[in-house]
């Protein structure tokens, strides 16, 4: 049970712990620079080869693609599916040869043939432990992220330790884990529910590095959260009454700067405890978010924008389109 009951008084957030890593935008419009010099080399050695050979008609060199791209051309029907297109293997961290949080499991693409990929890492919420949140683990890691469900310290701790545990727990991943190999460490985001979705704030406000959050039902006593500047998706429970949405999610959607790449998904017919079972709404935008975010996949925008209309699973959805990172 998730009741938040005598929340412990928060703790501060220290700074940012990783190192310096460059900002999104710089990153890409140094990509965006370089994919333009190559173009531009390109079509200098085309004209060089016509002029040595006259009547051979010049191959065009075409920009590269994004590089972060994985996996097929999405579909709704693809992203709505309980497994996506990567065979997914696993391992055990156990919580003895890790510090800063509980161990947890890790859910990755089994072949290596296409690069590294962007992580994850979730916590569960007051309470709970990792099997709560253990569904997203395959279904994300299957359509190419590196998913890292993990154990809190205990599981009493506050939307603050969760926070540092989820930030703990990506430095190991990408520093230490036995899968570190096969992540870049520039593509990172994280994800919780409850308590977690309050220390998934917590986390970007500390990182803002870190690429995509996602607060699941979130609960936190601070319901402002101006300074967060990684691309954030709240998600609400209509009939949540532990984080009720107008005290909770909705505050947190509102208070996220005007200027950044945000949106706030309300669940119909939806308790707090959604998050913790197999929900198709959950992880098509979920997988939507990580995608567009993380990895910088734009074939992702058209399941985001135009905002998606209320339905069946839907109670309301607001957000910033087109989206701008």
Known sequence: MQQPNRPFPAAPVGPDPSPHRPNRLTGRLARAG???????????????????????QAVPVQAAAN???????????????TRG???????????????????????YPSS??????????????????????????????????????????????????????????????????????????????????????????????????LQAAIPLTGWNLDTTWPEIKTPTLIVGADGDTIAPVATHSKPFYATLPSTLDKAYLELRGATHFTPNSSNTTIAKYSISWLKRFIDNDTRYEQFLCPLPAASLTIAEYRGNCPHTS
């Open 67 to 81: 590089p972060y791209e994985r996996g097929p051309a999405p579909s709704n029907a693809s992203i709505e599916a």
């Open 85 to 107: 297109s990567y065979a997914v293997s696993q391992t055990t961290v156990s919580s003895l040869s890790v510090s800063g949080f509980g161990g947890g499991t890790v859910y």
């Open 34 to 56: 370089l994919a333009v010099l190559l173009a531009a080399g390109g079509l200098v050695a085309a004209q060089a080869g016509g002029a040595q050979a006259a009547g051979t």
């Open 112 to 209: 290596t043939a296409d690069g590294t990929f962007g992580a994850v890492v979730i916590s569960p919420g007051y309470t709970a432990y990792q099997s709560s949140i253990s569904w997203l683990g395959p279904r994300l890691a299957s359509q190419g992220f590196v998913v890292f469900t993990i154990d809190t310290n205990t599981t009493l701790d506050q939307p603050d330790s969760r926070g540092r545990q989820l930030l703990a727990a990506l430095d190991y991943l990408t520093q230490s884990s036995s899968v570190r190999t096969r992540i870049d460490s520039s593509r990172l985001g994280v994800m919780g529910h409850s308590m977690g979705g309050g220390g998934t704030l917590e986390a970007a406000k500390s990182r803002p590095s």
